[in-house]
């Protein structure tokens, strides 16, 4: 019994042999699942970033092939990590990203489009189990998962109704879409990735992301009351926002804001343009 064991089904299957070009194609969106996932599980605001994973997450998720075997129109494989945690399981965190990737794929199959993503998903793993499933449309069948954990075996399947709940998920308009109404501050633009804050008239604080195309908007909307659209990470244990990826900044004018610019100045307080400076 191995790890993981991944069973392909189907026509393309002759004789217990599986296309080369299925397994490479296959195990390249198989690697993004799970580090895709694993960036969800760390607290990464998106899954799809450039650049390399980090170094230990890559070693917590490197995959050897240990047994291939087939017959008729299925074959399977057997796979095992390079690096494994038998002392601690339950610190295993390469352990919890397979659960997530394979739990979560299963939630997906039997949930409602319209419900939150299942935890360690967002929308950059679901488009590495869709890139998976192009073998769906090349003789494959059916992709069963089969996860042997310690604590009693983790089994999904991708099939083309999953398949089609996927792309589901992927094309709804509205998929994490929030509008959030609040004064915009500390902005930061100095990492890899450009960040502020959003503070709500109710509720803690909210963390921004920013692209280069909307730098120059948040710029000119600092310290200012604004409603912001954009794609938010939920914490999946309290389903509080953790931050949301700015799509659309609109300013908001308040009535304090507009009374405290139309005030009269006292007398004697001139702008520079009245007093010809």
């Known amino acids: 019994m191995r790890l993981l064991e991944i069973r392909f089904r189907g ?12 397994l490479a194609s296959f195990l390249d969106s198989w690697r993004k699942v799970v580090q895709r996932t694993g960036r969800v599980l760390r607290g990464e605001a998106r899954s799809v970033r450039p650049g390399q994973p980090p170094q230990d997450l890559r070693s917590e998720l490197e995959f050897e092939l240990v047994t291939f075997d087939g017959e008729g129109d299925s074959a ?12 601690f ?3 295993d965190f390469g352990l919890k990203v397979m659960q997530s990737a394979i739990g979560g794929l299963r939630e997906i199959g039997s949930s409602d489009p319209a419900e939150a ?10 488009r590495a189990w869709r890139d998976a499933g192009v073998l769906l449309g090349q003789g494959v069948e059916t992709i069963e998962f089969t ?13 083309p109704d999953v398949l089609e709940r996927i792309r589901e998920r992927l094309t709804r308009p509205n998929v994490n879409i929030r509008k959030i109404e609040g004064r915009l501050l500390m902005v930061d633009f100095t990492g890899r990735e450009a960040r502020c804050r959003i503070h ?25 009351d604004v409603l912001i659209t954009g794609e938010v990470r939920l914490d999946p244990a309290t389903g509080t926002i953790r931050s949301i990826t700015v799509q659309d900044i609109e300013r908001r004018d308040t009535p304090d804001t507009k009374a405290s610019d139309d005030a009269p100045r006292p007398r004697g307080l001139l702008s520079e343009s009245e007093s010809g400076g």
């Open 147 to 159: 996860l042997n954990d310690i604590s009693g075996p983790v089994r999904s399947a991708l099939d």
């Open 11 to 22: 026509p393309a299957i002759e004789r217990g042999r599986l296309p080369v070009a299925h």
């Open 76 to 87: 399977s494989l057997g796979l095992e990590r390079r690096l494994e945690n038998t002392s």
């Open 89 to 91: 399981p339950e610190m």
């Open 117 to 126: 993503l299942p935890n360690g998903l967002d929308p950059g793993v679901l």
């Open 200 to 224: 709500p008239v109710d509720g803690e604080p909210i963390e921004c992301l920013v692209d280069e195309e909307r730098k120059e908007a948040v710029l000119a909307n600092m310290l200012k």
